[in-house]
């Protein structure tokens, strides 16, 4: 397994995340201040701010599991189940750096 390549991808990850949230929080704090007059736009922005809102969720949710996944490395079990603790296949784990069960588990 090539943890080095696996913590790079986890920390360009995280990197891209934090640039995603700073922007959706950004967004939804900004939202809340300007309430446009016209009807049809306001639609258009509520629908915006649901879609807003739920890329912000899942970005944060992805947060999370890429810090348990640096966590994991920093602590020497990257990369083994945390169900059944088998190792994890490396396809999956290219596919999916912050993957936390291999792939009977999941
Ligand atoms: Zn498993």
């Known amino acids: 397994m090539n943890l080095h390549q696996h913590k790079k991808a986890l920390l360009a990850t995280k990197a891209e995340l934090e640039a995603r949230l700073t922007a959706t929080h950004r967004h939804l704090q900004g939202r809340s201040e300007s309430v446009s ?4 736009e306001q639609i258009v ?3 915006n701010d649901a879609l807003i809102q739920a890329l912000d969720q ?3 949710h992805e947060l999370q599991l890429v810090l348990r996944a ?3 490395l920093d ?3 990257y990369g083994a189940c945390v169900r059944c603790g088998k190792p994890i296949a490396e396809a999956r784990l290219q596919a999916l750096p912050y993957a936390e069960c291999c ?3 999941a």
């Open 45 to 47: 922005e509520t629908s």
């Open 103 to 105: 792939i009977g588990c």
């Open 70 to 72: 640096l966590e994991r």
């Open 37 to 40: 007059p016209n009807f049809h």
């Open 58 to 60: 899942e970005g944060r």
């Open 75 to 77: 602590a020497g079990h």
